[in-house]
């Protein structure tokens, strides 16, 4: 490979997000020069980490070889950006090769920050703290969910920004019914730690929440975030996020949703705004400064969840908005923010919220997805992984025409 490239499109990260473009855009155009930027060399269907955990799902579903998913004709480099180069229209890799662009598109994903909480790593590497946000991990959760007997049982969920934000209380309701099941429940305390001040942000489906919470008798501490683990005391220290006042509890069970962060070649570019995202206009994910540069996924700045539907829904509104530049028009596609989170609160039941920038529902289904169902279990289940695979990574699904 020549230490200088150059490719029309070029797309930075092979998760979600960046292979959804890739694909869409040689759906509309197959002589399209697009190239993408991933260095590792496998795939993964994040979302069913969560089902993993429960014993509902196993982890060789949740992956694919990179090169079985990368769209035909889209040429993948197999490097980690170093640092971009905006004004001249190139980038440089982690190798030091130059790789120059017409347009660029960014979907580099959200980094995992196991270590902002002092004691997390050495307490997951000790297997006495849990987390279904690594591939590696999420089956570890199952086995310590089938071998608790009974005791004092922590989920914790962060402050935002983090992917996947009903993850934490999702493994959380499994495991109540999973200990109810092999009747330990009634000798476990439960308790859900979360940055936020309530369960969920939409009121439509919290009235539901709070109900699965009283129904199980999960104890709920909103407004506290985990500030340090002690894997031999056994004890997890949360910080409230107004007050600052410290409390420690010790532990038979720990399940931690880590902090995130935006990724370190992100942070230090010319590309980021504050907290290191990428700066883009929140509807039409175009960067604010440079207008050949579009950004979508969680390592943006857009105030919506990060969740793989959110990419999704951006996905349209990039390659209309690219593809539109390209015919030398000026694009005006729009996301309004749309995100969705399967919300399950048990084997067999879920609560399927959908979602914009202003919290307001945007229901897919004929019916009130603000109650638990066991239909939209299945759905999440069954259908939404064979969707990802075969449609969302394939360009498919609706039409993203007119372009204006």
Known sequence: MADTLSHKIVIVGGGTAGLAVASHLKKYDETLDVAVLEPKDVHYYQPGWTLVGAGEMKPKATWRPMKEVVPDGVVWIQEAVSSFDPDNNRLTTATGKTVGYEYLVVAAGIEIAWDAVPGLQEALNANVAQSIYDFDL?????????????????????????????????????????????????????????AAPGIFPVK????????????????THFQHHLVAVDPEKKEATFEHVVTGDRQTHAF?????????????????????????????????????????????????????????????????????????????????????????????????KLVLAEFDYNLKPKETFPIDQSKERRSMYWFKKYFLPWYYWSVLLKGGDTPMWPLS
């Open 252 to 348: 038979d069970f720990l399940h931690v949703t880590p902090p995130m962060r935006a990724p370190a070649f992100l942070k230090e570019s010319p590309l980021a705004g504050e907290g290191g995202w990428v700066d883009v206009d929140k509807h039409t994910l175009r960067h604010v400064k440079y207008a050949n540069v579009y950004g979508l996924g969680d390592c943006t700045n857009t105030p919506n969840s990060k969740t793989a539907a959110a990419a999704r829904g951006q996905t349209y509104v990039v390659v209309s908005n690219l593809v539109t530049d390209l015919e030398g028009g000026q694009g005006i596609a729009a996301y309004d923010g749309y995100a969705s989170c399967p919300l399950i609160t048990g084997y067999g």
């Open 138 to 194: 999420a089956p570890r959760v199952w086995e310590a969910i089938k071998g608790f007997g009974g005791g004092t049982a922590i989920f914790t969920q962060p402050k935002p920004p983090f992917k996947c934000p009903g993850a934490a209380q999702k493994i959380t309701y499994l495991a109540d019914d999973a200990w109810r099941k092999r009747n330990v429940r009634g000798k476990t305390k439960l308790m859900f730690f979360a």
């Open 204 to 219: 439509r489906y919290s009235k539901t929440l709070n109900e699965v919470l009283k129904r199980k008798a999960i104890e």
